[in-house]
């Protein structure tokens, strides 16, 4: 991999051994490595790892979480926010665990559509809830330093699972308990 990043660095008319770069290519192999190593475990087992039986079937939701990923397309990251819900039908999982889906699925060269799907998908195979909720709200490099150029525009995509789907009043519930808090305290 560091050859090739030599021979980019040349074509796009740089000198990979002036000292700003010398280790420019042995930096980008490392970056990749962390950027992509969504792929080296399955979610699936992380998710198994926490689950536990238990009495509830309230929803659950966790919110805010980080994510940073990279866009398939361009090669460009995009990063934002990801909300989470679920309704335990006879497992609870670590709340931990849900986070730690989320970042493995961010980990890998993405669009934000799969992305969100993927993670959705994960909790609702794996815990077998009631239903699973998972909306994503990011930036994205691709569309605000190059192309259309719009700094302001936020993607949010979103996938609604089981009962998430079926029933209005769950999706609305999940819907108000991730709207932004507007009471911020500066």
Do not use: W
């Not at 000198?15 to 970056?31: A, C, I, N, Q, V």
């Amino acid at each position: 991999m560091q050859d090739i990043i030599r021979d980019l660095l040349i074509k796009i008319g740089e000198d990979p051994d002036r000292e700003g770069l010398k280790r420019t290519p042995e930096r980008f192999e490392k970056s990749i490595a962390f950027l992509t190593q969504g792929y080296q475990q399955d979610p699936r087992d992380v998710l198994r790892s926490a689950i536990f039986h238990e009495q509830y079937d309230e929803m659950v939701t966790i919110k805010d979480i980080d994510i940073f990923s990279m866009c398939e397309h361009h090669m460009l990251p995009f990063f934002g926010k990801c909300h989470v819900a679920y309704m335990p039908r006879r497992h609870i999982v670590g709340l931990s665990k849900i986070a730690r889906v989320v970042e493995l699925y961010s980990r890998r060269l993405q669009v934000q559509e799969r992305l969100t799907q993927e993670i959705a998908t994960a909790l609702m195979d794996t815990l077998q809830p009631h239903g699973v909720a998972v909306v994503v709200e990011a930036f994205h490099l691709c569309m605000m330093m190059r192309g259309v150029q719009k700094t302001n525009a936020k993607a949010v995509t979103s996938a609604m699972l089981g009962v998430f789907r079926t029933r209005e009043s769950t999706r609305m519930e999940f819907l108000e308990l991730i709207k932004p808090n507007l009471n911020i305290v500066r």
